[in-house]
C-alpha cells in the first residue's frame, strides 16, 4: 500500500506501461496488416485481426502465469496467437515463413502516440523514465529506436520471468531501480495495472488512451480516487510532475 | 568462438564494458575525494584511496564467484571494500553515515572520457548501445543520468547474477537483445573482457585506455590478434564502424 505521507516531490522514477500507454498497438497493427495485404492480396478485415490478436495476450500470458506453460517471452507467445489466428482468417498458407516472422514483430514497430516523445522529453530531464512492460527486453529496446523513444532503463516482465501483474513484476522493478516502491510511480492507462502496482507500493499515474481499441469501442476512463495523478495525455502529465514547459530548464 | 565468416556489417548491437572504458573512474574518484577531504578536514592521499578501492574490486566479486558471499550487488561489494580502507587509512571515524552513504555511491557519479559521449552518439544512430558491466543496474542508470550518456539498454553482470568474466554474463545479454552473439560486440579497455566474450562468440573492439590508472601507470595495450576492432577513442570507434561523421545521417 501507498505510504500517502511520502509526497510526490520524493519521485525518482516513472514506470511506464507500454503497449496502449505509451504506444498505440492497435493502429500500427492494422497498417502493417493492411500493407501486407496489399502486397500478398490478402482481403481481411485488419482491424479484426488486430483486436483478436491483442485479445490473445491476457490468455496466453495466463497460460504461463498458470504453469501451463514455462516461461515464456512475450514475441513467442504473440507467435502462438498469431499462427491460430493465420488459420482462423484463412491466410495462413498465403504467407511463407518470411512474411509470418516479419509480421509477428510488428509489435517491435508500434508507433507513438502524438504526445508521447515530446511529454517523456520534458519528464526524463526530472525523473529516471523505465519501461515496466509485458514485452521482452528486445522488443522493447527495437520499438524505442523505431518510435525516437529514450528510456533511462529497460525493465520488463522478462527479466522478473513474470507477467504483470503479478506482485514479482513489481518488486523486480524496484530491486533494480535500488528504490523504495514509494519513490517509483506507474503510468499506465490500464485502472489493473496502476491497482496491482498500488498494491505493492508504488505511485500511480492514470494515463487517458480513449482510442486505444479504436474509436468505437468503449474504455473504462472511470478514476480511482486511489491514483495519484490522472492525465489526458503525456503532455499533461508533465505538466503535473515537472510544470508547465516554460518552467522546465 | 566468432564466426569469422559474418562480416561486420551484420552487427546489431554494441555491448560496453563501462568502468575504465567509458568513464574515467580513478580521476572522479579522485576527485570527490580530495573535495570530501577538504570538507571534513583529512589529508590523506586520494589517489592512494583510489587505486586501493579499485584494487579491492576484483578480489570482492571473486567471493561471490567462488560462494564465499552470495550474488551481492557492487554497491554492496564497493561499501565492504570502503570501510575497510576508511580503517586503513585512519579516517573511518571521522565521517559519519551520511558521508560514507554518500562517497559509497561516487561509482554512480563517474565522469566520462571527453571522447564518450559524442562518439556514443554517432554510434547509436547505427546501433544499439547497452551497456554490459558488473555495476549494477541502478548504478548504471544513476551514472548515466550524470555522465549524459544514452543508453537503448542497460544491461549489467546484476541481470545473470554473474560477475564478468563469468560466460553467463555474456550469454544473459545475448538472449535479453535476443541476437546471436556473432552480432553483438563487446567494447572493452579491457583484453580479459574481450577475450571472455570472443570465447562466448562476441565481436570485440579494443579501446585503448591508457590514462585509465593515471599517468604513470602501465597499461598492457598490446593487441591480441583476435580483436575485430583496434580504436584509439570513441570518436576512432565511430570513424571505423559508422564512418567519418560527415557521413553520419
Not at 505510504?3 to 510526490?8: C, I, V
Not at 508507433?111 to 519501461?131: E, H, K, N
Amino acid at each position: 500500500m501507498s505510504d500517502a505521507h511520502e509526497p510526490l516531490a520524493n519521485i525518482g522514477a516513472l514506470t511506464f506501461d507500454v503497449f496502449g500507454t505509451v504506444v498505440d498497438w492497435r493502429s500500427s497493427v492494422i497498417g502493417e496488416g493492411q500493407a501486407l495485404g496489399r502486397a500478398r492480396g490478402l482481403d481481411i478485415d485488419w482491424a479484426a485481426f488486430a483486436d483478436a490478436w491483442r485479445g490473445g495476450y491476457a490468455p496466453a500470458m495466463d497460460r504461463v502465469r498458470h504453469g501451463e506453460l514455462p516461461w515464456t517471452r512475450l514475441d513467442d507467445l504473440h507467435r502462438m496467437t498469431l499462427d491460430r489466428l493465420l488459420e482462423d482468417f484463412g491466410i495462413a498458407e498465403r504467407l511463407d515463413e518470411t512474411d509470418k516472422a516479419h509480421l509477428n514483430r510488428v509489435w517491435h514497430r508500434l508507433d507513438p502516440w502524438p504526445d508521447s516523445v515530446a511529454g517523456m522529453q520534458r519528464l526524463r530531464r526530472r525523473f529516471i523514465l523505465a519501461t515496466l512492460s509485458n514485452g521482452n527486453v528486445s522488443l522493447l529496446v527495437n520499438m524505442a529506436k523505431h518510435a525516437g523513444l529514450s528510456w533511462d532503463c529497460v525493465l520488463s516482465a522478462e527479466l522478473a520471468g513474470h507477467y504483470k501483474r503479478d506482485p514479482e513484476v513489481y518488486h523486480k522493478a524496484a530491486e533494480l531501480l535500488d528504490l523504495p516502491p514509494s519513490r517509483i510511480m506507474m503510468v499506465a492507462a490500464h485502472q489493473d495495472d496502476l491497482q496491482a502496482a498500488y498494491q505493492e507500493g508504488f505511485r500511480t499515474a492514470f494515463v487517458k488512451r480513449p482510442l486505444e481499441h479504436g474509436p468505437e469501442a468503449e474504455v473504462d476512463l472511470s478514476v480511482d480516487p486511489r491514483f495519484d495523478v490522472v492525465a489526458n495525455d503525456f503532455l499533461d502529465l508533465a505538466d503535473q510532475l515537472v510544470g508547465p514547459p516554460s518552467d522546465t530548464p
